[in-house]
Structures are given as structure tokens and as C-alpha cells.
């Protein structure tokens, strides 16, 4: 393997487990035919991730761990945050069809940053929503394949940056390995305050 560890267009098939406290719970999977695609070193992935996987040969296998601290970081409380019911509302009307509890919404803060959040409880006048990452707290433990690893042109490259810029996706993000990519959810919490709107 080269020693520029950057720019690397790699793919893995894995399957993604929750093993807190002494349990394996099998979080998310992706199959050969839709890997998980990255180019590394753009800060798309988790990094400790890309650590494990950069320097494997196609076909290598991998089973690693990942503690909280190297994945999604520790449960934060001060991330569920009560807001106003009517930031929820279309028409004057409360949007109960897409609010409900364990809800994933798509929220916006004052910035125009946007950053998912699920909705924990729906009140009288406030909508509870946690803002933590669904893996914050957890030790993750990746089994998986290299079914690629390549350096990536400068077209790839130019077409994951204008996705991850949220200018247009391309047929990239249908390949991001939900779960396991660092890009965007780290931006999760950003800040939802008076400012935070609903997005439909």
C-alpha cells in the first residue's frame, strides 16, 4: 500500500453491531452489491474507521471495535431539548402525519446547518427531540470486507465534495454506509434553539 493514506476510494460490505453492555445487536448491514463508499481523508467516515480499513488489500477481512469515545462520543442530556409545538405547524395546523414519538426529523438551525433529531415526546404545547446520534454511548464492533481501495480521481473527489456541500448527491450518497459516516452527524446538536425549523 502506498503511504499517502489520503484521497483513497474504498468500499467495504459490513455488518455494523451494538455491543454495550455485553450484548451484540446487529445495527446495520451492507451487502456486497451496495457497499459502503468512501474517499478517505474528506472527513466523511469516522476517522478511527478509516484507520482500520485504509491500509487492508481488497478482499481483506476486518472485525474491529470502536469504543464511544472513537465512534459517536458519550450521551449528552443536554441535547434533548423542548421546543415550540408550532414551529411543527403547516397551514396552522400541527404536522402530526411526520411528528410523532421515535420520529427522525430533518431539523434547521439559525445557521442553515441541518442535522437529524427524534422526537421523544410530543406535549400539549412542546415537542421533546433528541439531538444525540442514535450510536452516541455505544461501543460498535464492524465485521466486515474490503471490496475495494483504490486512489480516487479528481473527478470522484470533486463529486463526493460537491455531495457532502449538500449542492447535489449523485449516485454517492445512496453508498455512504449510513451509520458509520462521521460527515454530517457530528454536526448533530448544532444548536436548536428559537431558531430551529422543521424541514419537509
Do not use: W
Not at 39 to 61: K, P, W
Not at 99 to 122: C, K, S, T, W
Amino acid at each position: 500500500m502506498s503511504e499517502n493514506k489520503s484521497n483513497k476510494l474504498v468500499s467495504v460490505s459490513y455488518q455494523l453491531y451494538d455491543v454495550s453492555n455485553g450484548q451484540k445487536v446487529l445495527v446495520e448491514m451492507t451487502e456486497e452489491a451496495k457497499p459502503a463508499t468512501f474517499i478517505s481523508g474528506m472527513g466523511f467516515m469516522l476517522e478511527d474507521f478509516e484507520r482500520q480499513v485504509v491500509d487492508l488489500a481488497v478482499g481483506d477481512s476486518f472485525n474491529f471495535e470502536l469504543t464511544p469515545e472513537q465512534a459517536f462520543g458519550p450521551r449528552n442530556n443536554d441535547l434533548v431539548k423542548s421546543v415550540d409545538k408550532h414551529i411543527f405547524e403547516i397551514d396552522g395546523k400541527f404536522d402530526s402525519k411526520h411528528v410523532y414519538p421515535d420520529a427522525i426529523l430533518m431539523l434547521q438551525n439559525e445557521a442553515g446547518d441541518h442535522f437529524n433529531g427524534r422526537v421523544v415526546e410530543v406535549g400539549p404545547d412542546t415537542v421533546t427531540i433528541d439531538l444525540n446520534h442514535p450510536l452516541a454511548g455505544c461501543t460498535l464492533n464492524f465485521v466486515g470486507q474490503v471490496l475495494a481501495n483504490r486512489e480516487a480521481t479528481k473527478e470522484e473527489m470533486a463529486q463526493l465534495a460537491k455531495a457532502m456541500s449538500g449542492e447535489g448527491c449523485g449516485g454517492h450518497c445512496d453508498n455512504c454506509g449510513g451509520g458509520c459516516g462521521g460527515h454530517g452527524e457530528e454536526g448533530c446538536g448544532g444548536g436548536c434553539g428559537e431558531g430551529c425549523g422543521h424541514c419537509h
